[in-house]
């Protein structure tokens, strides 16, 4: 069987390019390379022994979109695809309006035209703005309060309008907490082009030195020792959790949301300390006032993803700072050298 990974060449779909491939499905490849790297598919290669069909395209060209859904015999799609930065989507809306939502609407376009209707979607936990009950479930009220977040809220609307207009359509929503990690050869993981905005890839910069300090935002929440406390997954327990999601639109149809988390909060603090234990290296840090939008607490309800996805996530905390460093002290450039 065949998927298509939109965004395939970028921090999570490279991950998951790896596991679809070690799960026997053969992969095809659309990444305008704006923010991901043609080494990572030649990385995924190396590491799985086996070859991703790549095409250099942007998904809200419609003429390209067309050409692959012909030359390829596509069973399902996993849409990663888009922006992801919230305080640029701040600055730029429309720019994150006019990607996420119109590549969306191009491929769902195509999808229905070659008659292919099963999708993976890159959805995210900030589709639940602040919320108050935690764990969060996926029937928590939705309430994004970035333009990047409304992105993603829309398209779940756009796909569920979709499913209620026609019912042979099979979508899962992934909603992701917060990715980190990398693969354990070190061979690919997150490469920010600019200064991080995320606190483990901060973290990793500090570490490899390109970076002086970390900036702790804020240390008076109301959580263990004051500073805010997030639900981290290892991304290569969600790149798996991607392969039992097209396994469950193969055999369902249906529109439904899942969390993708482990269902535990970790603070900035204990993530910066078991980074430090883990890998043995100095983290120094600074307290600075809070980042404006962010809550205390977040972590996931993943009841849902482990009884019909039948996937939960394996990884543990210091997997991750392992496996974070292991990729950024051999690529301390990203893929750049
Ligand atoms: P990423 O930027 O590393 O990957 C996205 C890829 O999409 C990049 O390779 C980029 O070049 C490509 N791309 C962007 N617009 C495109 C277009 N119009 N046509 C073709 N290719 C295009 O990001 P990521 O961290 O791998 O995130 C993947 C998806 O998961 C995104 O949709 C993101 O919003 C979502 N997500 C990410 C996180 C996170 O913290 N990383 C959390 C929740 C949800
Ligand atoms: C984590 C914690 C910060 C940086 C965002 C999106 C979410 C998803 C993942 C896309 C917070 C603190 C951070 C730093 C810090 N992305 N922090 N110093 O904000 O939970 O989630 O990315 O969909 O939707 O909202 O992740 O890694 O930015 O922050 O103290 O330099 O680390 O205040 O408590 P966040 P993050």
Same mark, same amino acid.
């Given at each position: ?76 799609? /996993? ?6 930065? *919230? $305080? =640029?989507?701040? &600055? @730029? ?7 996420? !939502? ?77 990715? /980190? ?6 061979? *690919? $993981? =997150?490469?920010? &082009? @600019? ?7 901060? !973290?990793?910069?500090?570490?490899v030195g390109k970076l ?118 051999n690529n301390p450039d990203?893929?750049?050298?």
């Amino acid at each position: 069987m065949s998927i298509l990974i939109t965004g395939g060449a970028g921090y999570i779909g490279s991950h998951t390019c790896v596991e679809m491939l070690a799960a026997g499905y053969e992969v095809v490849v659309i990444d305008n390379l704006s923010n991901g790297s043609k080494l990572a598919i030649e990385r995924v290669e190396q590491i799985t022994g086996k070859s991703v069909r790549f095409y250099n395209a942007d998904v809200r060209n419609k003429e390209a979109l067309c050409r692959i859904f012909e030359e390829n015999s596509i069973d399902a799609v /996993v849409h990663f695809a888009g922006y992801k930065a *919230i $305080g =640029e989507s701040v &600055k @730029e809306p429309l720019m994150y309006y006019e990607n996420n !939502i119109v590549n969306t609407l191009t491929l769902l376009e195509v999808m229905r035209e070659f008659g292919v209707k099963k999708m993976v979607f890159s959805s995210s936990a900030s589709v639940y703005g602040k919320s108050e009950a935690m764990p969060v479930s996926e029937d928590a009220p939705l309430c994004a309060i970035s333009p990047y977040g409304r992105t993603k809220l829309f398209i779940e609307e756009m796909l569920r309008d979709l499913y209620a207009s026609d019912n042979s359509w099979c979508m899962a929503l992934l909603r992701y907490f917060n990715p /980190v990690g990398a693969h354990q050869s070190g061979m *690919i $993981g =997150e490469a920010p &082009k @600019e200064i991080p905005n995320n606190l483990m890839p901060y !973290i990793s910069q500090v570490a490899v030195g390109k970076l002086e300090h970390l900036n702790v935002f804020g240390n008076d929440y109301n959580t263990s020792d004051g500073t805010g406390s997030r639900d981290y997954i290892h991304v290569v327990d969600l790149a798996k959790g991607h392969v039992k999601a097209v396994e469950w639109t193969m055999s369902e149809s249906g529109c439904e949301a899942f969390n993708l988390g482990t269902g535990k909060g970790t603070t900035v603090m204990e993530l910066r300390d078991a980074f430090v234990r883990t890998n043995g290296v100095d983290i120094p840090y600074v307290v600075t006032s809070r980042r404006p939008g962010d809550c205390d607490v977040l972590y996931a309800c993943a009841d849902k993803a482990r009884s019909e996805l039948n996937w939960q996530a394996q990884l543990s905390i210091e997997d991750m700072c392992r496996d974070t460093w292991n990729w950024q002290k051999n690529n301390p450039d990203g893929y750049e050298k």
